[in-house]
């Protein structure tokens, strides 16, 4: 039978609500209880056999506005309640934490408790209501007072009510005068919970410990040195490397003082104070560079030692590498042959725009060596040791063409590859990236390849996240770029951007003296070939509109189809116009290309004829719209402005007639058989 009566009195209802469950946990066999918040309504008097207030500030407040008459009058201790410590263990160590409750002598005993309880692997920083700002501090706990945080706090968490502690519950047993079974069973009833308090403590401890010995034997696998320091300037991070580097003994350094062990004073004031990200350093006649990372979340340095012997074994490492891929220049000035003056003079220039690091823009005609002269640059240039990728433009149609260089991410189109793609510009970082017929990219692509000029970073198609990259950009082209930007299909910024240094490679034609260097050094690949002056004296007298590709073309088959081990004349190829230009002269004089039309216009004509015929063959319309779509499917486009100035000078020279409406235009006889001679002889 329930003799006694006790009474709780707190400030809110929620605090009533879990210490009242406490002592009915605990007592409510042995005492009746009762319970009441201050906050919820009005109190005139209070009797009972004990009067259990839950702080001193409550029974402050209490006896301000009601009258209290007890036989005992008890103010409570608190502590942390149990199940929520693991909340304050998540919590990285040394950090700022603000302790936040609704009086200031709570707060200082709350910190007390938790201290005492081996929670100390934070700083606890009491909160008072008249304070505004607690600087450097980030997280706050409370006991069920969250509201009552700063609001610039970013992270506040709930530790809940604190709990009675024992000592106030064994003063209730002794005022009820419970006999000493009762009492050791609500003592047991109690301590059962501070052991399981007590066991996630020491899992959480076993836990840490597990990961610190992983994390260590982790960084005493890395071959460079790691350093990690705190705030306080201790030691929390030492591998085995940069303990055989500063020939210590690895134990017991965690935890030291950072300056105690590290006597260099330079290598002591780079890593504290420096403002560089590396520096050079020699330890104990080892040449070191060290990295120094400052992480401000936690306030602490992060060194990195690295060996610049295994720099250099690395470095060779990623060259092996590259050259496997592909990725790496396979010429060298000393592969571009010739002695003319203009060769050496385009050598010269080149020799010194290698040195720099500014975009470069190669013009030259098709087959004068633009790809070579981007090898021989990259060679020469400080990023030598770095990739060195090349692609044409005119390869690819758009969306190709922006997948290759830029990538994409996961899942951006059907088809796409898993976990998404590299684009050339990544794979090309730190080293040259040459793009080779630019002046046939569109002008989406090239407004992205504008961006990678300005800012040195890109984004993967789909993507959102912002590359930086590091990549010397090479362009070449044959085309007329001011024609284009006149025309509208390329932008004049992208052209000045690229356009920073520019090399023009002459054409064959203007060194007809290095033709003969040339020869030898075709047929040198063939041991004991020979090749007839006649064939010689030919062969420099020609215009060389396919330049160097096409005089090797034309070596290549002479050195086939040659017998013996003289190439004759006998041995010239018999369908080409190299023979004595008399088919030429036949076709060009009753068309508008004369002998010095460049090889570009004729080969957009012989796009032109034969889309015409295709569209005839298949009785569709050959409209200035469907010829520019063909030509755009088949790599280069041509805009309906274009095709309507080429329509007009094929039309006059009887190539072509155009009809209105659905006849459209329609090749002639004559254009059919010029379209045959023009594939057979002047494509390359």
């Known amino acids: 039978m329930k003799t006694t009566a006790l009474t709780l009195i707190t400030g809110s209802s929620k605090t009533k609500e879990t210490l009242s469950n406490q002592l009915a946990q605990l007592l409510e066999d042995y005492i009746t209880i009762k319970s009441i918040a201050i906050d919820d309504k009005a109190i005139d008097e209070i009797r009972d056999d004990i009067i259990l207030f839950s702080s001193e500030q409550v029974k402050k407040e209490t006896e301000k506005i009601a009258k209290v008459f007890g036989k005992h009058v008890l103010v409570g201790k608190r502590t942390l309640n149990h199940e929520n410590v693991d909340k304050l263990l998540k919590i990285n160590e040394g950090k700022n934490v603000l302790v936040v409750n609704d009086d200031f002598e709570s707060t200082v005993e709350l910190i007390q408790s938790l201290y005492q309880m081996g929670i100390d692997h934070l700083r606890f920083t009491p909160f008072k209501m008249e304070q505004l700002y607690y600087p450097d501090i980030e997280v706050a706990i409370s006991p069920g007072e969250t509201h009552l945080s700063p609001d610039y706090i970013k992270e506040v968490i709930d530790i809940g009510v604190r709990l009675f502690d024992i000592a106030t519950i064994l003063q209730i047993v002794e005022y009820c005068k419970l006999n000493r079974n009762i009492a050791s069973l609500i003592s047991e009833k109690y301590i059962r919970n501070i052991i399981e308090l007590q066991r996630e403590i020491f899992n959480a401890e076993q836990q840490a410990r597990q990961v610190n ?396 004829l034969e889309s015409i015929k295709d569209f005839n063959d298949l009785g569709k319309v050959a409209s200035r719209d469907n010829i520019s779509s063909a030509s755009k499917q088949k790599g280069r486009f041509l805009s309906p402005q274009q095709i309507r100035l080429r329509l007009k000078s094929l039309e006059t020279n009887g190539l072509i007639t155009k009809g209105k409406g659905r006849a459209g235009t329609k090749i002639t006889p004559k254009g059919i058989k010029y379209l045959n001679f023009l594939k057979s002889n002047l494509t390359y």
């Open 213 to 608: 010995k992983h994390i260590q034997n982790v960084v005493n696998a890395v071959d460079d040195g790691i350093l990690a320091i705190d705030s306080y300037k201790r030691i929390t991070v030492f591998n085995e490397r940069l303990a055989n580097l500063f020939k210590l003994h690895n134990e017991n350094i965690v935890g030291r003082h950072f300056e105690e062990l590290i006597s260099q004073q330079n290598i002591k004031d780079f890593i504290l104070n420096g403002n560089e990200e590396s520096k050079f350093f020699s330890i104990n006649n080892t040449d070191i560079v060290i990295y120094r990372t400052f992480i401000k979340e936690d306030e602490r340095i992060v060194a990195t030692f690295k060996s610049v012997n295994r720099a250099f074994e690395i470095e060779k490492t990623a060259q092996k590498e590259f050259r496997k891929q592909g990725f790496y220049a396979r010429y060298d000035f000393s592969d571009i042959i010739g002695n003319h003056y203009a060769i050496l003079e385009c050598k010269r220039v080149a020799t010194k725009l290698a040195k720099a690091e500014h975009p470069i823009l190669i013009q030259g005609e098709t087959g004068t060596g633009k790809e070579l002269f981007a090898h021989a640059i990259h060679k020469q240039s400080t990023r030598k040791n770095g990739p060195f990728l090349a692609i044409n433009c005119s390869a690819f149609t758009e969306s190709l063409l922006e997948s290759e260089l830029f990538g994409y991410d996961d899942g951006t189109f059907t088809g796409a590859k898993k976990g998404g793609k590299k684009g050339l510009f990544e794979i090309a970082d730190g080293g040259t990236i040459f793009l080779d017929e630019i002046g046939d990219i569109s002008l989406n692509v090239q407004s992205h390849l504008l961006r990678v000029l300005q800012e040195q970073e890109i984004r993967r198609i789909g993507g959102r996240k912002i590359i930086p990259i590091n990549v010397r950009i090479i362009a070449a082209t044959n085309k007329d770029i001011y024609q284009k930007i006149s025309e509208g299909f390329f932008r004049s910024d992208l052209y000045y951007r690229l356009n920073v240094l520019n090399l023009l490679i002459p054409p064959l034609r203007l060194r007809r003296t290095d033709i003969p260097l040339l020869v030898k050094s075709f047929i040198s690949k063939r041991e004991g070939i020979s090749i007839e002056d006649e064939v010689l004296n030919k062969l420099e007298k020609l215009d060389w509109p396919g330049n160097v590709r096409e005089l090797k073309g034309v070596i290549d088959y002479m050195l086939t189809v040659c017998e013996g081990d003289v190439i004759s004349l006998k041995d010239f190829p018999q369908n080409s116009l190299l023979q004595d230009n008399i088919d030429q002269n036949k076709y060009i004089d009753e068309y508008p290309f004369n002998a010095s039309a460049s090889v570009l216009e004729i080969e957009e004509s012989i796009l032109i």
